[in-house]
């Protein structure tokens, strides 16, 4: 009988640290990453003519090249590919495959810990599924959230994504100075519970949650002030930095 006891005791504690110990690498979330062509742009010097938000990456909030031996082949995603030139673009190098390699050796190795994104095709196709799904361009201009000369107020952008998505987005602006008079629309992340529901981006983050998960070619962007007017710049938008 004490034998018995033993065991389920056993058991008992072996079960519970499963549930208190966790890889370094398991995320909890998914950050589905919006970018604006025309802002991203005037960082990096390229020509898109492209007047709608475009998909950078989909990102767990833990963990970064997570399996250097699972190498990227765009052989795998032959049928997305159509779907990816258009909505997910290397904005830099348009024929290039350079930037989706890096997507999936930086964060799709991760994503893959899951059964429903264990594959490059899986993984990529998960993303451009949530894309479309949120058609976040079309919602943004249904209420008259749309590229043009005037200015909003952060409040209205977040507003109009809380509403109609019931959830907390990130939204990252350029600054083109310390003191700008105005702040750049860059991109935008609408998050994810492992289930695919949607989650606030702002809730409930770990230290670990809150570091920098994105990508280099964002280094210039930060999480837009409530104090600055916003300007959401239309692909004819000329380069912060000079015109050239």
Request: glycine residues 4%.
């Amino acid at each position: 009988m004490r034998r018995y006891v033993l065991i389920l005791v056993c058991l008992a504690v072996a079960t519970s640290s499963a549930f208190v110990i966790s890889h370094p690498n398991t995320w909890t979330k998914l950050i589905l990453t919006h970018s604006w062509p025309s802002t991203f742009c005037s960082m990096e010097h390229c020509h898109p003519n492209i007047s709608y938000w475009t998909l950078h990456g989909l990102w767990p909030n833990k963990g970064q090249a997570c399996n250097s031996s699972w190498h990227f082949n765009s052989s795998e995603i032959e049928d997305l590919l159509p779907d990816m030139l258009k909505s997910w673009p290397d904005l830099k190098n348009p024929t290039s495959t350079t930037f989706w390699k890096h997507e999936w050796d930086k964060h799709g190795t991760c994503a893959a810990r899951v059964e429903s994104m264990n594959s490059q095709y899986k993984y990529f196709a998960k993303a451009l599924e949530l894309y479309h799904k949120l058609d976040l361009y079309s919602v943004l201009q249904k209420f008259d959230i749309i590229p043009s000369e005037k200015n909003y107020n952060l409040s209205q952008i977040e507003g109009v994504i809380e509403n109609f998505y019931g959830i907390k987005p990130k939204i990252q602006c350029l600054h083109p100075s310390k003191e700008p008079v105005t702040q750049i629309l860059g991109q935008i992340e609408i998050c994810f519970q492992p289930d695919f529901t949607p989650a606030d981006c702002t809730k409930e983050l770990s230290v670990e949650d809150k570091a920098t998960v994105g990508d280099v070619n964002a280094s210039e962007l930060s999480v837009c002030s409530h104090t600055v007017p916003v300007y959401y710049p239309p692909h004819t938008f000329m380069k912060y930095k000079g015109t050239n």
